[in-house]
């Protein structure tokens, strides 16, 4: 099999400690040196002074949780890093050392065959790892604000059956009454503000409850750890829109894109990056965020599939951008109640995140800008059909088509 990295090292990582492989061809045989090292910055810049001296061109990481990263961010730059996937890389069933597993990395790397995750530049990295930590911050309000929820429940306080968000104004100031101590539901609904005014009889009888100093500290408590929550969201917000000032233009023609806002906007960025060169095409893309069907054919038969697992948090913002987009009189909306009334609304969220992804990539790409098909298009492409499925169920229907003067 043909050699295309002559000089070349596979490196085991784990937590504390590294096995690197040096496997250096210079003839009809290979030969290897391999070595160990901890995971301290000095250790590693030890590793890299040795690959260097051996004029190692490429090395090849196993993607092991976030222990790569260090080995990676000292190796970039000199060494063509190459982040294997690991199930993509498994040895034959044996004997497994750390020295097996390096021996076999730089094996496999020599001989060209180990696919290479996608690793973006570093500002993207950047970018992801805050738009990532947003998200955490956005799930973990959200679980604090259900907690809430639950605490008025056990206190027979039914807000949250007439107040559609106990966040809102009017909620919150209900909620701040009830910690400083005001009890008299007749007071409470009296705060209630904008279309809730209608319905302080309701009111009036949901916050009537059994609410203690106990319920009053504990409501207290997770009410300053949601603002808290909130304060660290609006600096992380600020904090992405620093990272991407220069991208603004971007941004805003993403935008443009039924369902997708700026947050959706900044996570596609994040995750998938700004050169589209790195995808050999829409269709790569998409099978690498696992958003298209997979495929499983035996035998000339082909079995249904899932997706996969992929980039999870660019799929929940797709699928999040794609429910949005079924509401909208759009081709996204359009194309969404057309498979759905045949596959059920999961499997049609999937088809329009996988069309936002497709469309995307494209404005990405070749600068364009986006141009709405419609929500007649499904209608326009093929109206011959249409008119022929319509003219039968008017028959089905007992109605005589050709006393109509409609055309068959």
Known sequence: MEILHPRCCGIDVHKESVVACVRIQDGPRARTEIRRFGTTTTE???????????????AAIESTSVYWKPVFNLLEGSVEVVLANAAHVKAVPGRKTDVKDCEWLADLLAHGLIRASFIPPAEIRALRDVTRHRKSLIRDRTTAINRVHKLLESTNIKLGNVVSDLMGKSGRAMLNALVAGERNPDVLAQLARGNLVRKIPALTEALRGRFTEHYAFLLGQLLTHTDQLADLIAACDAR???????????????????????????VIISEIGLDMSRFDSDGHLASWARICPGTHTSAGKRRATG?????NWLRTTLV????????????????????????????????VAHSILIIAFHLLRDGLEYQDLGPDYFDRVDA?????????????????????????
């Open 44 to 58: 590693l810049l030890e590793l890299h002074r040795w690959l260097t001296e051996a004029d190692c061109t490429h």
């Open 384 to 408: 011959v059909r249409l008119r022929r499925y319509h003219l039968r169920r008017l028959a089905e229907l007992g109605y005589d088509v050709t006393k109509l003067g409609i055309p068959a």
């Open 240 to 266: 992405i829109a620093a990272l991407m000032t220069a991208d603004e233009e971007t941004v805003q023609r993403l935008q443009t894109i039924p369902g997708v806002g700026r947050r959706s906007v900044e």
């Open 307 to 311: 997706t996969g697992t992929g980039n």
């Open 320 to 351: 999040e951008s794609a429910w949005a987009a079924s509401h909208s009189k759009t081709y996204l909306g359009a194309q969404y109640r057309r498979i759905a009334k045949r596959r059920g609304p999961k499997r049609a969220a999937i088809a």
